[in-house]
């Protein structure tokens, strides 16, 4: 089970941490990830970070401004958010891949297909 956290109201320019804590496993053998939806919009890939290597895979509009990590100790995922735009407003969903994939390629990490296991999202908006 994944619970994300800390999402809400930040003026643009601000930050924002978002957390994902799992319980009901070890996350260090995951490729974990977050997306994001905005209004009448598709779920979107924003960031992820493999099980093996710890490399990190972004969007290409967001790796400048955006950070994810994880702590395999405390079994939680971050995703580190700076000089926030009107437009990254959306609800943002942590998720879990299980299959084991250790390479190196983009588009596996950027695939919903990937993630078996979804957080329940958390709100952010930003006002501009």
């Known amino acids: 089970q994944l619970q994300a956290s800390g999402g809400g109201l930040v003026q643009a320019g601000g930050s924002l941490r978002l957390s994902c804590v799992a319980s009901?496993?070890?996350?260090?053998?995951?490729?974990l990830a977050w997306f994001r939806q905005a209004p009448g919009k598709e779920r979107e890939f924003v960031a992820a970070?493999?099980?093996?290597?710890?490399?990190?895979y972004y969007a290409d509009s967001l790796k400048t401004r955006f950070t994810i990590s994880r702590d395999n100790a405390k079994n939680t995922l971050f995703l580190q958010m700076n000089s926030l735009k009107s437009e990254d407003t959306a609800v943002y969903y942590c998720?879990?891949?299980?299959?084991?994939?250790?390479?190196?390629?983009?588009?596996?990490?950027?695939?919903?297909?990937?993630?078996?296991?979804w957080g329940q999202g958390t709100q952010v908006t930003v006002s501009s």
């Open positions: 998720a879990a891949g299980s299959s084991g994939y250790s390479g190196g390629y983009y588009y596996v990490y950027a695939a919903r297909s990937t993630y078996e296991y």
């Open positions: 009901g496993g070890n996350i260090s053998v995951y490729s």
């Open positions: 970070h493999s099980w093996s290597g710890g490399r990190s």
